[in-house]
């Protein structure tokens, strides 16, 4: 199962939940697809974790800057770590 959590940084420090979902692909799709902006504040980072019966797992995750913090157009970061099954 996959969980997603959501953690802004800014003018209200603040953590949720999402999930669970099937996949990484459905939880980007519930949660970050479509998206341009994080939540208001400095940045907001969607991090994917993988939940097992061994344990938990960071997959990724999906960034969102304020514009005023960073130079450039693109405000969307996304990195998912290599896998080894």
């Not at 939880?27 to 208001?40: L, N, P, S």
């Not at 504040?41 to 969607?46: A, C, Y």
């Amino acid at each position: 199962m996959i969980f997603v959590t959501s953690t802004q940084r800014g003018y209200t420090d603040s953590t949720s939940l999402s999930g669970p979902f099937n996949s990484v692909d459905e939880g980007k799709k519930e949660v970050t697809d479509g998206r341009t902006r994080g939540f208001d504040g400095d940045e907001t980072r969607f991090t994917f974790f993988e939940v097992t019966p061994s344990g938990t797992k960071e997959l990724g995750y999906v960034l969102f800057r304020d514009e005023c913090e960073h130079d450039g157009d693109d405000l969307k970061e996304e990195h998912f770590y290599n896998r080894k099954q």
